[in-house]
């Protein structure tokens, strides 16, 4: 086990491990499935199974797991990971026997304010990583899901200056629009803060059973959490005491917080609705819209977002400040708005967007919200980046290469960015300075790799582990990206 790994899942493993050393043979070997899974599993996954240092254990979250997979994960373990192998304490029939407790319900997920509150903890306090010559705008944190760490790296040497552990981390990492602290939230829900002028994890705190996102106030004094178990939205002040919890009606797509105000916003993925919840008061209002907005985008400059139905077949404009749809436009294979990208072009906005079901890129003009170029992709991808220091889209085609589409004319390039041969090029982000472009290689011998991104030179590879994503605290505040 690393050394890096973060404090409060270390001793998570720790206890469970000696919990496991401590436990009488014929105790684990009970006939009675609850049994085994209190003495053994309830330290990491907790008592009602609903996670805790270790991911939820229920149905809901155990449904693309196949039922002899998380039998051989109980007896053989996971490796590079905290699972340990139970396999000289149970036999494959006690496995079975605990699977089968895993597929059974739990009731209702309930995860009340006071439950958040008793699970918030602080990290032990260690010398900060960072010092104080460092430019906290210019950090690049790299989400490595191979280990559930973040690694921070420095903005000009894109030297490591420090790593803790997250989890699985959804939804990407947000910062304070001071750049004092980023927070993660894990697809189980433990939010973690990092303390960006100190260099160190802060809190950790459990916000739900299975989480979307997590979003920042305009100020820093708020945050936001979206959870689908059980279905709700978590208000916590800016050090992670939980203030206020809202059921939601349906199965929340994103929460953002909506620029400019003071005010955050939450879109449901099966129901035609929204939700605001207004600061600092904390009221939550809800507004009827014609169809749900399970992805959406905020207009830079303007009160106003595009949204889309994974149902149907057009994008909206929807202006938030007359609670309208202004405007519509047809459209197939679903643009991943989430990811889009918006660059001024002849000084009209403009924006990218991926499309998920086609392999198309769409470029519309935002003024007109008229589609003005269809660019066939070598496959149908997931993110478009942008800066304004590059002259490209930097867009994915979920295949070892990168595209690039030269954002003056239009045109598709026919060089593109292929970091190593037969593994995933995918999710690129910007230095500051929009100078260098990061390339993550999706796979677990993977790596960060480092173009100029004017003259696509490839200048540095740094290795990780399957790094999913890559954050620069200037670029998430960035309204052309």
Not at 41 to 62: F, N
Not at 199 to 208: E, M, T
Not at 422 to 446: I, N
């Amino acid at each position: 086990m690393s050394s890096r790994v973060g404090a409060a899942a270390l001793s998570g493993c720790l206890m469970l491990l000696l919990h496991c050393a401590r436990a009488d043979p014929d105790t684990t070997a009970a006939p009675r499935p609850e049994l085994t899974y209190q003495e053994l599993c309830a330290a990491c996954h907790g008592e009602r199974r609903y996670g805790g240092y270790a991911p939820p254990l229920i149905p809901a979250t155990l449904q693309r797991k196949h039922d002899d997979v998380l039998v051989r994960s109980i007896l053989d373990g996971l490796p590079s990971t905290q699972m340990p192998a139970f396999g000289e304490r149970l036999t494959e029939d006690d496995a079975s026997a605990i699977v089968a407790l895993l597929r059974s319900s739990p009731g209702e997920v309930r995860w009340t304010l006071e439950d958040i509150a008793a699970s918030r903890t602080l990290e032990e306090p260690r010398s900060g990583a960072l010092g104080d010559e460092i430019d906290r705008a210019e950090l690049i944190l790299v989400v490595e899901r191979g280990t559930g760490s973040v690694s921070v790296l420095d903005g000009d040497s894109l030297e490591e200056l420090d790593r803790f552990f997250v989890g699985r981390i959804h939804g990407g990492i947000k910062f304070d629009h001071d750049f004092h602290r980023a927070l993660a939230v894990t697809r189980d829900g433990t939010l973690v803060q990092y303390d960006l002028d100190r260099g160190a994890p802060r809190v950790r705190v459990k916000v739900g059973v299975n989480t979307r996102n997590v979003a920042v106030s305009g100020d820093g004094q708020f945050v936001a959490v979206a959870n689908q178990l059980p279905q709700s939205l978590v208000i916590l002040d800016e050090s992670l005491v939980p203030l206020a919890r809202f059921p939601l009606d349906g199965q929340p797509s994103a929460v953002y917080q909506v620029p400019g105000r003071q005010r955050f916003i939450v879109t449901l993925r099966d129901r035609p609705m929204l939700y605001f919840v207004e600061l600092p008061g904390l009221q939550m209002r809800a507004v009827q819209v014609e169809e749900p907005f399970e992805d959406f985008v905020f207009v830079p400059g303007q009160p106003r977002l595009v949204a889309s139905s994974r149902g149907g077949h057009r994008l909206v404009l929807y202006d938030y400040a007359r609670n309208a749809v202004v405007d519509s436009l047809p459209i197939e294979g679903l643009p991943h708005l989430f990811s889009a990208s918006f660059f001024e072009r002849e000084g009209v906005l403009h924006a990218g967007f991926n499309h998920m079901g086609v392999p198309r890129l769409s470029i519309i003009d935002m003024e007109k919200f008229e589609v003005v170029r269809k660019i066939s992709m070598a496959g149908a991808g997931y993110f478009t980046r942008t800066h304004p220091g590059s002259p490209y889209l930097w867009v994915d085609s979920n295949s070892e290469s990168i595209e690039l589409i030269d954002k003056r004319t239009l045109e598709l390039q026919a060089t593109k960015i292929t970091p190593e041969p037969g593994k995933k090029a995918m999710h690129v982000e910007f230095t500051a300075d929009g100078e260098q472009a990061l390339v993550s290689v999706w796979h677990p011998e993977g790596a960060v790799v480092v173009f100029d991104s004017t003259n696509l030179r490839e200048l540095r590879r740094i290795p990780y582990a399957m790094p999913v994503g890559k954050y620069n605290p200037a670029n998430k505040t960035r309204t052309l990206r």
